[in-house]
Nanobody, 122 residues
Framework: QVQLVESGGGLVQAGGSLRLSCAASGRTLYDFSNYDMGWFRQRPGKEREFVAGLWTWTINIAYSDHVKCRFTASRDNTRNMVYLQMNKLTSEDTAVYYC????????????WGQGTQVSVSS
């Protein structure tokens, strides 16, 4: 089992920034670098959506069009951490943000965090 815990959410004014963190742990987490990691969010009244993907098979990080050029995802495999730096936030970014993990090459994310709330005031 892999446990994921997000932190760093909060209330911020439009145009501001936040940095989310996700800590991974678990007795089966032998090599964090072999896990694909993802950030997702669920906006009020909307389905959960993809935000960013940090996949083991490419050095490129994938972003949704909604956040491209404003958000930066990164990972620190030595600390079993992933991060999401969010800049130029708008009210449309208000959502619960989730961290997710899957073993490299998997076709769906097996592990999810509990989520952290990000609220952007206009």
């Amino acid at each position: 089992q892999v446990q994921l815990v997000e932190s760093g959410g909060g209330l911020v004014q439009a145009g501001g920034s936040l940095r989310l963190s996700c800590a991974a742990s678990g007795r089966t987490l032998y090599d964090f670098s072999n896990y694909d990691m993802g950030w997702f969010r669920q906006r009020p009244g909307k389905e959960r959506e993809f935000v960013a993907g940090l996949w083991t098979w490419t050095i490129n990080i994938a972003y949704s069009d909604h956040v491209k050029c404003r958000f930066t995802a990164s990972r620190d495999n030595t600390r079993n951490m992933v991060y999401l730096q969010m800049n130029k936030l708008t009210s449309e970014d208000t959502a619960v943000y989730y961290c997710a993990a899957r073993k490299s090459g998997g076709d769906h994310y097996d592990y999810w965090g509990q989520g952290t709330q990000v609220s952007v005031s206009s």
